[in-house]
C-alpha cells in the first residue's frame, strides 16, 4: 500500500512552454504532499507543500509564480512549471504520507528538460 | 530537525554487509533516525527508523548507540541493486504534515 504515482516520468519542453506534472496518491487520500527537485549529483530540495483546497506554501527562492502548485482533490496535486527555461531542467519528485502510520512514499519523479 | 553528517561515499564488494555510519550528536529526546535511499533516477525509498532501540526489517538492521549521537545502518548481504545513495534524516515523529529535509548521504556502489 501507500502508492504515490507520478507523471509523466519524462518530459521534453520548449523554452517558454509550460509544463504539467501530476502526483497521485493511488492507494490513499493526501491533505499534505510535497514537492522537491534535484539536479544531478545534488540531494533534494524542498520547493514547496501543496495543501488540499488551499494555497501551496513554498520554500524561500522558489518563485510562486513560476511554479504552480494546484491540489484540487485528495489525491492529485499538480506541479506546473511556467515558462520553462533551460535552468528549469531538473528531476522533480512528489511525496505523500498515507496515515495514520505509514511513513513517506515518493513518486518515481520526473525528469523534465527544457530545449 | 537535527544535523546529520555521514560519509560522502563508501564501496562494498557484493555479498558483504554494507555499514553505514551516521552522526547525529545534536540529537532531542523526541527526534526519531530515519533512512532512506534513492537508486538513480528514482525516488527515495524508505528503508528503516528507530526511536532509541536498534530494529531490523527485511531490508536492514538499524544500530543506535546508547547515547543515540551516532548509528549504523546495515545492509547484511549487498546486492549490487544496493547501489544507491543513503540519506541519514534525524526529525521528530513523523506527522505528514512537514516534509523529510535531506541533507547530501553517502553514495554507496556495491562492487562485484
Known amino acids: 500500500g501507500a502508492v504515490v504515482s507520478q507523471h509523466p516520468s519524462r518530459v521534453i519542453c520548449k523554452s517558454g512552454t509550460s509544463v504539467k506534472i501530476e502526483c497521485r496518491s493511488l492507494d490513499f487520500q493526501a491533505t499534505t504532499m510535497f514537492w522537491y527537485r534535484q539536479f544531478p549529483k545534488k540531494s533534494l530540495m524542498l520547493m514547496a507543500t501543496?495543501?488540499?483546497?488551499?494555497?501551496?506554501?513554498?520554500e524561500q527562492g522558489v518563485e510562486k509564480d513560476k511554479f504552480l502548485i494546484n491540489h484540487a482533490s485528495l489525491t492529485l496535486s499538480t506541479l506546473t512549471v511556467t515558462s520553462a527555461h533551460p535552468e528549469d531542467s531538473s528531476f522533480y519528485i512528489c511525496?505523500?504520507?498515507?496515515?495514520?502510520?505509514?511513513?513517506?512514499?515518493f513518486g518515481s519523479g520526473t525528469r523534465l528538460t527544457v530545449v | 530537525d537535527a544535523k546529520t553528517t555521514q560519509p560522502p561515499s563508501m564501496d562494498c564488494a557484493e555479498g558483504r554487509a554494507a555499514n553505514l555510519p551516521c552522526n547525529h550528536s545534536t540529537i532531542s529526546g523526541n527526534e526519531y533516525v530515519y533512512w532512506y535511499r534513492q537508486i538513480h533516477s528514482q525516488g527515495p525509498q524508505y528503508i528503516i527508523h528507530?526511536?532509541?532501540n536498534n530494529e531490523t526489517n527485511e531490508m536492514a538492521s538499524l544500530i543506535i548507540t546508547e547515547d543515540r549521537k551516532s548509528s549504523t545502518l546495515i545492509l547484511p548481504h549487498a546486492t549490487l541493486r544496493d547501489t544507491a545513495v543513503y540519506y541519514c534524516?534525524?526529525?521528530?515523529?513523523?506527522?505528514?504534515?512537514?516534509?523529510?529535509?535531506f541533507g547530501k548521504g553517502t553514495r554507496l556502489s556495491v562492487i562485484a
Open positions: 528507530g526511536l532509541k
Open positions: 511525496s505523500a504520507r498515507r496515515p495514520p502510520n505509514y511513513g513517506y512514499t
Open positions: 501543496s495543501n488540499e483546497g488551499s494555497k501551496a506554501t513554498y
Open positions: 534524516i534525524v526529525r521528530v515523529a513523523i506527522d505528514g504534515n512537514t516534509p523529510l529535509v
